[in-house]
Structure formats: structure tokens, C-alpha cells
């Protein structure tokens, strides 16, 4: 998600891990992955709720694969870039960075939370799932999905820099450890507190794996794709079996190894890099424009899975990378994706317009 977990640039510009834009291109295509996954789980389960889908065993399977491992991988990314930008902490330093940090996850987070409620409102007697002042409410203290990972990303924000100022790396890391699997079988009254138990093992994996990545390293295909395998093997008998909460968080910590040792052995995906950039984008409205062109193939009388598979693919992806490039030209619209950068272009533009007046 690009201002989410930004891909800046690292001194070590080497391995071919850096692109043109100096970005980490393995990590935005591991981001690019991870999103397509979200869309795609969240259409299966539209289409599931429509009473449109005819594989219901087959896609009910996706649908749990899928959330194995996709949230806590966009987690692990979301830390690996927090340890490659951060400064050595200071309190002047962390007020800083809090403040940033929560301007620039609330705007995007109250504004489309609350835009997705109000289309939904608008159209209860279409959509899957009616939303009302409880679900408004809710941004408080229960968020929905897809927005409580913005949500959850903030709590983690707000406490992982403390919590590095008082434990070693090693230490913070077996804390969030323990704290999963408390969080497995107690939940408490505190969406904040729930997200960074449930959570944040996943960021702080994310850490390590940017302090010392090259150990993890597992650069041949064969060895990979057994591991893929595998990985299918196990989860297919947990799923038929046993779902034990246990086996399924180290599923999502193998899940997480193998997507970064993939996507570091790609140096090109053509799919991927239609999007890769406006993952942030597609997070925040696939879910509108999904619901969209499902509401209008069913006006029309349309039925057919597959069409409103891909038709709904396509609108969820493309259609928010449409509407980003079109915001691209419109400055100040950008300011609902990313306000602190968008503020900063407006007062550079301002400051430009004045010397060249003077």
C-alpha cells in the first residue's frame, strides 16, 4: 500500500533490489501480491453473500487460504519498511513521527470509511451487507473491513517505537510472540490493544527481516516451489481436519517466508506492474466499485459467475487505478490519499507562484 507502508529508498542499492524509482521492487511486488489477494478474497466473499457463486467449496477454501497469511504479510511489509526509514529515537523525533503517522493513516482512514458507509447507506437495498449508525460508530472502536487494517496499523504505530526505547530487538520480539498467542483465545474490550496483540509478531518480523534479510535468502525455484507445495499440503489438511488457531499463525509466518523469498527472485512481472504503485488506492475503494459492478450486472439480469468474477477483478483493481491517475492531475484531491505530501506540493506551489510574482 503505497503511503501506507512507502517504499523509500535504502543505502544498499545493490542485487538488483532497487529499481529505476528507487524503490524496493521486490517489496512493492510482495505489496502488489498482497493486495490482489485482499481484493480477491473480498470478492469471493461478495459473491458468496449475492448468492452467485457455484464453486462455494472450492472458493470457501480460497477464501481461508487467502486470510492465512495476506493480512499479517501486508503487516510484515509495513514493518521491514518502518526499520529501513526510521531515525534513532528521540522524544522530539517520535512526536514527530507520531504526528505524521496519524495524519497521514486518519484522513484516509475517516474519510473513505466514512464515504464507503454513506454509498452504502444509499443503496441498502442492493448490497450485500446494509450499513448503519452503528457501523458509523463503529470507526471508534470496531472498525470494518477493509479499514480496521489502517486502524490497526496506527496502534502498532503509536507503541513499537516506546517499546524499542525500553526492550532489545530480540526481546520486543518474543513479547509479541506471546502476546499472539494470548490474543488467540482472549480478546478485550480495545480494538487497539487486539490489533497490536494480533498483529504485532507480524510487524516486528517485518523488522528483522530488514535488519538481516540475506539469512532468510532461499533464491532457488525448485526448492521454493517445493516449499509452495508444501505450504498447500499443510494448509489443505488443516482445512479439512483441524483448524487449529495455532497451526494457522504458522502458517501465516511460512506463508510470509516463502511470498518474500518468491518475489525477491522476480525482476519482472507485467501484471504486477500495472498496479504495483496504487496499491494504497485499491485498498481504500475496490470494495466500492466491486459492489458497483455487481449491483449493476444484477440490474441487468446477469448471473453468470464467471462474468462477475472478472468484470468484478478488473473493476476492483483497475477502476481505483483510473480514478488515482485522474487524482494525479487534480492535486488537491490528493490530499484524501496523502495529505502531508499533497500539503507539501500546495505549499511549493504557493512559495513558486510568489517568487515568480516578486
Known amino acids: 500500500m503505497e503511503n501506507i507502508i512507502k517504499s523509500e529508498v535504502v543505502n544498499n542499492k545493490n542485487n538488483n533490489e532497487i529499481c529505476n524509482e528507487d524503490r524496493i521492487l521486490w517489496v512493492d511486488y510482495v505489496k502488489a501480491f498482497a493486495c490482489f489477494l485482499v481484493v480477491l478474497g473480498h470478492l469471493i466473499q461478495s459473491l458468496q453473500a449475492a448468492n452467485i457463486d457455484n464453486y462455494i467449496s472450492i472458493t470457501t477454501f480460497i477464501n481461508w487460504f487467502i486470510y492465512l497469511f495476506h493480512m499479517p504479510l501486508f503487516m510484515c511489509m509495513s514493518g521491514f519498511l518502518y526499520c529501513k526509514t526510521k531515525k534513532e529515537f528521540t522524544w522530539e523525533y517520535y512526536k514527530k513521527f ?25 443503496f441498502s437495498s442492493s448490497v450485500n ?47 509479541f510472540i506471546i502476546l499472539k498467542l494470548i490474543s488467540i483465545f482472549i480478546k478485550t474490550p480495545i480494538y487497539a490493544i487486539n490489533s497490536i496483540m494480533s498483529y504485532g509478531v507480524y510487524f516486528y518480523l517485518g523488522i528483522f527481516i530488514s535488519k538481516d534479510n540475506k539469512k532468510l535468502d532461499m533464491k532457488n525455484g525448485i526448492i521454493n516451489f517445493i516449499l509452495v507445495i508444501l505450504y498447500l499440503s499443510i494448509a489443505l489438511v488443516t482445512y479439512k481436519f483441524k483448524q487449529n488457531n495455532y497451526l494457522k499463525a504458522l502458517l501465516a509466518f511460512a506463508g510470509i ?98 517568487s515568480e510574482k516578486a
Open 257 to 354: 517466508y516463502i511470498c518474500v523469498n518468491i518475489f525477491k527472485t522476480i525482476k519482472k512481472s507485467r501484471v504486477l506492474d500495472t498496479f504495483k504503485r496504487y496499491t494504497f488506492q485499491i485498498f481504500l475503494l475496490h470494495t466500492i466499485f466491486a459492489a458497483g459492478i455487481r449491483i449493476v450486472l444484477l440490474k441487468l439480469g446477469i448471473i453468470n459467475y464467471w462474468i462477475h468474477f472478472i468484470l468484478g477483478l478488473l473493476f476492483s483493481i483497475y477502476i481505483p487505478v483510473i480514478v488515482s491517475k485522474i487524482s494525479e492531475k487534480i492535486v488537491y484531491t490528493q490530499f484524501f490519499f496523502y495529505p502531508l505530501k499533497t500539503a507539501e506540493k500546495l505549499k511549493e506551489r504557493k512559495t513558486k507562484n510568489e
Open 129 to 175: 451487507n446494509a450499513r448503519g449508525i452503528k457501523d458509523i460508530l463503529g470507526i471508534f472502536n470496531n472498525p470494518i473491513a477493509p479499514y480496521w487494517f489502517l486502524y490497526a496499523l496506527l496502534s502498532i504505530f503509536l507503541v513499537v517505537p516506546l517499546l524499542e526505547k525500553i526492550f532489545s530487538n530480540k526481546m520486543l520480539f518474543v513479547i
Open 98 to 122: 507520531e504526528i505524521k503517522k496519524i495524519i497521514n493513516l486518519l484522513v484516509p482512514y475517516v474519510t473513505f470509511y466514512l464515504l464507503f458507509i454513506t454509498i452504502n447507506m444509499i
